[in-house]
């Protein structure tokens, strides 16, 4: 086992490979158990076969070091643990693992509490592992939503700015921009990479002159139509469901009538609708819409 000067999370535990400090960019001190018969190695080095304590390893933000223990009688694999510095500004978080994970990883939007107020928008899209670790996590700077994993290995964000997707290697590097040559934008809510190629994503325009008295509203109001799209790498539509020519405003349940009446978007209009997700398989497409308690399958 190893302790750190900069508390390791999550505790640690020989079933866990990988832990971050908050390092403050400086060395961290490093104590290690070492079992008779055993070796123990930092970043490859150090081959120590009794207990290190106090073992100065330098670290800085975003970097790392591993800890290798060996079984010098050979009826052991060896194992290697991996400890990252967070950022200073990464927000605090904490993780558990009540019952068996489903996934070996989980794209999350690491989000400070000043994101929608006046303060700074850094954020941090971020890997957790099964154990609640993060292990991979990018800085930016625009306010973003919906960090996904794509099945390609890259990672997509929605901007809360532009309304744009963009797409990113692990790296960084940047891989495309996808916007609709129709308008409407990149809803936050979802943004997937389909097996051709293509992306399933939803836009929000407005439609005026719609009828809301029904559930109290103005008899001329402006309502947001979510449309959910199939789009090539370069932004053209393939496909569409646009909501409203489908499904009623009138499908609206009572219970979200006061909702949906409250606070309308001064560009968009009211929320009727909500989009949640949508989800595709074969010649269907899986739609949910939150404020019509209702997901509907499209063909």
């Given at each position: 086992?190893?302790?750190?000067?900069?508390?390791?999370?999550?505790?640690?535990?020989?079933?866990?490979?990988?832990?971050?400090?908050?390092?403050?960019?400086?060395?961290?001190?490093?104590?290690?158990a070492v079992?008779?018969?055993?070796?123990?190695?930092?970043?490859?080095?150090?081959?120590?076969?009794?207990?290190?304590?106090?073992?100065?390893?330098?670290?800085?933000?975003?970097?790392?070091?591993?800890?290798?223990?060996?079984?010098?009688?050979?009826?052991?694999?060896?194992?290697?643990?991996?400890?990252?510095?967070?950022?200073?500004?990464?927000?605090?978080?904490?993780?558990?693992?009540?019952?068996?994970?489903?996934?070996?990883?989980?794209?999350?939007?690491?989000?400070?509490?000043?994101?929608?107020?006046?303060?700074?928008?850094?954020?941090?899209?971020?890997?957790?592992?099964?154990?609640?670790?993060?292990?991979?996590?990018?800085?930016?700077?625009?306010?973003?939503?919906?960090?996904?994993?794509?099945?390609?290995?890259?990672?997509?964000?929605?901007?809360?700015?532009?309304?744009?997707?963009?797409?990113?290697?692990?790296?960084?590097?940047?891989?495309?921009?996808?916007?609709?040559?129709?308008?409407?934008?990149?809803?936050?809510?979802?943004?997937?990479?389909?097996?051709?190629?293509?992306?399933?994503?939803?836009?929000?325009?407005?439609?005026?002159?719609?009828?809301?008295?029904?559930?109290?509203?103005?008899?001329?109001?402006?309502?947001?139509?979510p449309i959910?799209?199939?789009?090539?790498?370069?932004?053209?539509v393939v496909?569409?469901?646009?909501?409203?020519?489908?499904?009623?405003?009138?499908?609206?349940?009572?219970?979200?009538?006061?909702?949906?009446?409250?606070?309308?978007?001064?560009?968009?209009?009211?929320?009727?609708?909500?989009?949640?997700?949508?989800?595709?398989?074969?010649?269907?497409?899986?739609?949910?819409?939150?404020?019509?308690?209702?997901?509907?399958?499209?063909?």
């Amino acid at each position: 086992s190893f302790s750190t000067s900069a508390a390791l999370y999550p505790a640690f535990s020989t079933s866990i490979t990988d832990y971050v400090v908050r390092c403050q960019n400086t060395a961290v001190q490093v104590t290690i158990a070492v079992p008779k018969g055993t070796e123990a190695e930092v970043n490859g080095n150090g081959n120590y076969t009794s207990s290190v304590t106090g073992l100065a390893v330098p670290l800085a933000t975003d970097k790392s070091f591993s800890v290798t223990t060996i079984d010098l009688t050979g009826s052991a694999p060896s194992q290697t643990y991996f400890v990252r510095c967070l950022p200073p500004d990464y927000p605090n978080f904490t993780s558990s693992v009540p019952g068996t994970p489903q996934a070996s990883y989980y794209m999350v939007m690491a989000t400070p509490p000043t994101l929608f107020g006046s303060g700074p928008a850094v954020q941090y899209p971020t890997l957790f592992d099964a154990n609640g670790v993060p292990v991979w996590w990018r800085q930016i700077t625009d306010k973003a939503a919906d960090a996904t994993l794509l099945q390609n290995g890259d990672f997509a964000e929605v901007s809360l700015n532009n309304h744009n997707a963009e797409e990113y290697q692990l790296s960084g590097a940047l891989t495309r921009i996808i916007a609709p040559n129709d308008g409407g934008g990149v809803d936050l809510h979802e943004l997937q990479l389909l097996p051709d190629g293509n992306y399933l994503l939803n836009s929000i325009v407005a439609r005026t002159g719609v009828d809301l008295t029904f559930m109290g509203g103005p008899s001329n109001a402006t309502v947001q139509d979510p449309i959910v799209k199939e789009v090539t790498p370069a932004g053209n539509v393939v496909w569409s469901f646009n909501a409203m020519d489908h499904i009623p405003v009138t499908e609206a349940p009572s219970d979200w009538w006061s909702t949906d009446l409250t606070a309308p978007n001064p560009t968009l209009g009211y929320d009727v609708y909500h989009f949640n997700s949508a989800a595709e398989q074969g010649n269907q497409v899986l739609i949910s819409y939150r404020q019509l308690d209702a997901v509907f399958v499209i063909n």
